[in-house]
């Protein structure tokens, strides 16, 4: 088992800044991608990004390239997820999830472990 906890969340103006974090613990030796999905209130789950833990490969959603970069810390077992310039559409649960394949996909059914999520607001 893996047990992952976000943190970061909070409320923002539009144009700042956020870093969320998310925590692994548990059978972390099996990982090798994480991702940052988000649900935003009555809208299904939606990919954000992902990364195998050295940056080896990435993927982001179109709607946050250029503005959010997902990195990984293997000696921390945690992966980051920096949001830039958000916008009232970047309100959202954000959950982060890990697999134990290579592969950086934005299907929700590829990942094995998923945290409890943290809220992100962006309104002013």
């Known amino acids: 088992q893996v047990q992952l906890v976000e943190s970061g969340g909070g409320l923002v103006q539009p144009g700042y800044s956020l870093r969320l974090s998310c925590v692994a613990s548990g059978r972390t030796f099996g990982i090798v991608t994480m991702a940052w999905f988000r649900q935003a209130p009555g809208k299904e789950r939606e990919f954000v990004a992902a990364t195998t833990w050295r940056g080896a490969s990435t993927k982001y959603a179109d709607s946050v390239k250029g503005r959010f970069t997902i990195s990984g810390d293997s000696a921390k077992n945690t992966v980051y997820l920096q949001m830039n310039n958000l916008k009232p559409e970047d309100t959202a649960v954000y959950y982060c999830?890990?697999?134990?394949?290579?592969?950086?996909?934005?299907?929700?059914?590829?990942?094995?472990?998923w945290g409890q999520g943290t809220q992100v607001t962006v309104s002013s």
């Open positions: 999830a890990t697999s134990d394949r290579f592969l950086v996909s934005a299907t929700s059914h590829h990942y094995d472990y």
